[in-house]
């Protein structure tokens, strides 16, 4: 158990539930770090003065406030983070703080002496970019390829690596997938909305049952296993949707019209989202037994019950009321998907639809070809789903060796230029110096490339560049080619 908890993100969703879910237990001594604004002032001055936590006034992208946090702490939490909508508003914010975020930390447990505290690090589903039916089902290691525009995305894979490449001995990245919570009830007003395809899919967790993951993994013992690796986040099989059915419940759930009568089909992105089922989710479950395990539609019930008074009046509100609503949004002059075709964004246009031609063949309603693919087919289909890694993914960790990497870089389209004479365990973590199709050098360790899914860091920056780089990276084609046949 540890008991002395350091948690960053404490005001946000996640964050937030995870400091009540822990204000539940006894046994803990919660630190939390915050900025100074009246709404967080308001939120944890009065735990504070009960001395039920400890708070660090101060900013994620602050080193001291980082290293105060730190200091006298068994593990620590990072959660915090700008996270989306803010985060689409705020691209280079959300870039400076995210990847500064990371970087405090990992100098300050450096400077500490603390390079063996337990880091639980929160990534995002968003990191490995959009997915079509045909690539549904994902796992650790496959292709890093945040979307176009998605700021939020590129800044924590940047922060990842950081992490993955750091001095730390006792890390765990987990990325989380697309929350549910209550006020998610209350963001039709976003034009983000509409950036998301009907066809895309997610493998949803509830933020309760995020919240006591971690909670979980400070109260358990947890094998030495467990470190140094990259899980995925979900509530489970059950949560499996497509974003056609997360839309038909969600509205349902308020009593809101169906998705036919309140949207338009060429409203919504085609592409450039994110999301995918998981073939390895269940390891965390295995490991800290979280989920609540409550059935889909009945959550979204309690989300419902717990909905501001004026969605509960949703039912109140004509469908051609709604839909004119919601075609205001679509038109936001910065990220709303009719005013990109309005005004001839051509950029928006190619990433989210493919170009004018793939928008204006996008069928009504009535002629729209909605996927519904099986949510839990068996092992053995799941299995053909699955991509290629480059690698022999059977073979013990102890036996990693330079032919491996080899093959892998070749996968890859490029090369292992110079690794170290060691083999299995010491590989893992030793840097390697690779070279990728277009001649660009870098060096990474095993761990990151092969159980990470990263590959060259330029190129990885350049999400619009995927098509050409996927032509020379079969690893990265796997993902990108079904998306621009």
């Excluded at 980082?66 to 705020?90: C, E, F, T």
């Excluded at 939020?152 to 001995?169: F, G, P």
């Excluded at 099989?237 to 060429?266: H, V, W």
């Excluded at 085609?270 to 009945?298: C, I, M, T």
């Amino acid at each position: 158990m540890y008991k002395n908890v350091a948690l960053t993100g404490a005001t946000g969703t996640m964050g937030g539930e995870t400091l009540r879910a822990f204000l539940k237990e006894t046994g803990f001594n919660l630190k939390v770090l915050a900025r100074r604004s009246e709404k967080n002032i308001k939120m944890l001055s009065p735990l504070e003065r009960e001395g039920r936590i400890e708070v660090v006034w101060g900013d994620l992208a602050d080193y001291e406030s980082v290293k105060r946090l730190a200091q006298g702490s068994d593990i620590l939490l990072h959660i915090g983070g700008m996270v989306s909508p803010k985060a689409d508003w705020y691209p280079e914010e959300t870039m400076r703080v995210n990847t500064s975020a990371m970087r405090n930390i990992i100098d300050a447990l450096e400077e500490l002496s603390l390079t063996d505290m337990p880091v639980i690090s929160i990534g995002s589903v968003s990191q490995t970019g959009n997915r079509e039916v045909s690539n549904r089902f994902g796992r650790t290691g496959d292709p890093i390829a945040p979307a176009r525009f998605d700021s939020y995305a590129m800044s924590k894979c940047i922060a990842e690596r950081m992490l993955s490449e750091s001095s730390l001995t006792r890390w765990a990245s987990l990325r989380q997938s697309g929350i549910l919570y209550s006020k998610l009830l209350g963001k039709a007003n976003d034009p983000i909305t509409f950036h998301v395809p009907l066809n895309g899919m997610l493998e949803w967790a509830t933020v309760e049952d995020s919240a006591r993951l971690m909670v979980n993994i400070c109260k358990s013992d947890i094998p030495d296993s467990f470190w140094k690796k990259f899980y995925n986040i979900s509530s489970g099989k059950m949560y499996r949707l497509t974003n056609y059915q997360f839309e038909t419940l969600i509205l349902k759930a308020i009593g809101a019209p169906s998705p036919e009568k309140i949207f338009d089909t060429k409203w919504f992105a085609l592409k450039n989202f994110h999301g995918q089922w998981y073939s390895d989710a269940d390891v965390l479950e295995e490991l800290f037994s979280f989920r609540e395990n409550l059935p889909v539609r009945e959550y979204f019930r309690r989300l419902a019950s717990k909905a501001p008074s004026y969605l509960k009046l949703a039912f109140l509100c004509p469908a051609f009321v709604m839909k004119m609503f919601m075609g205001h949004v679509a038109m936001n002059r910065t990220l709303g998907t009719r005013y990109w075709i309005k005004s001839g964004n051509e950029a928006r246009i190619d990433a989210f639809y493919g170009g004018m031609a793939e928008y204006n063949a996008i069928a009504p309603w009535k002629g729209f070809s909605l996927a519904s693919p099986d949510p839990d087919p068996d092992e053995a289909e799941v299995a053909t789903l699955s991509l290629d890694h480059g690698y022999d993914e059977s073979a013990p960790a102890a036996s990693l060796d330079a032919a491996m990497l080899e093959k892998a870089a070749a996968f890859r389209g490029g090369r292992a230029v110079s690794v170290p004479d060691v083999t299995g365990d010491s590989l893992w973590d030793s840097p390697v110096e690779w070279e990728c199709h277009d001649g660009h050098r870098f060096v990474l360790t095993p761990r990151t490339v092969l159980l990470g899914g990263y590959w060259c860091p330029q190129c990885m920056e350049k999400p619009d560049d995927y098509p050409r780089q996927a032509r020379y990276n079969g690893f990265l084609a796997q993902v990108v080619a079904p998306l621009h046949d």
